[in-house]
């Protein structure tokens, strides 16, 4: 393969690994049922005079497989960060008993499993697109190294190589969203 085709294809896979890691991290803010901490990671409470993320006033962390507990750093902001936690509109109920704060999960119906694993889908296929993207603009700076001199031969090679990192990534969200899809229809 020539020189110049390498560094791009090592281009093209980090960029790929990137929304791999992207999706991973959009599917596990999906809640399937069970208590992760994860789930509060979107929450913001007024701490200090600023907004600031829950991670960073307090841990969290799980009981058991359907409670989370919220333990602040600070037991003054207890009010504030319970008050993040209702505003960020997660379907939760925390209750307060002055140290920490705990979340029942409540379980998933059929109808709201159903939207769940219809934005796993979505998400995949934005990832999807996001990685399509990605082979074009990768096949188009080939395509313009052939009219600086690069032959017919290594921009094919060039542009096989990127087919195959395609589909093999392609095929890593594909068998994301099964599992995914797989943890959420699991009653």
């Given amino acids: 393969m020539n020189e110049l085709i390498k560094p791009m294809i090592d281009g093209m896979e980090s960029a790929m690994e990137k929304c791999l ?4 991290h959009e599917f596990s803010r999906i809640r399937a049922g069970k208590a992760t901490p994860n789930m509060l990671d979107s929450v913001q409470a007024e701490v200090y005079g600023m907004r600031m993320p829950l991670n960073q006033v307090a841990t969290v962390s799980t009981s058991d497989a359907r409670t989370l507990v919220v333990t602040p750093f600070d037991k003054t902001s207890i009010g504030p960060i319970e008050r993040g936690i209702t505003e960020a509109n997660l379907g ?5 008993d002055g140290n920490i704060i705990r979340i029942t999960v409540p379980a998933l119906t059929e109808d709201r499993r159903r939207d769940l694993v219809k934005n796993v889908k979505a998400a995949a296929e934005h990832a999807k697109v996001t990685i399509r993207n990605e082979r074009k603009d990768y096949n188009e700076l080939i395509r313009k190294l052939k009219t ?3 032959s017919e031969d290594d921009m094919k090679a060039g542009e096989d190589k990127i087919q195959q990192i395609t ?3 392609v095929a890593k969200i594909d068998s994301l ?5 797989k943890e959420i229809m699991t009653v």
Avoid: Q
């Fill in 21 to 24: 890691s992207h999706t991973e």
């Fill in 92 to 96: 939760f109920n925390p209750t307060n």
């Fill in 148 to 150: 600086d001199g690069m």
């Fill in 167 to 169: 589909n093999v990534n």
């Fill in 177 to 181: 969203m099964a599992a995914k899809e």
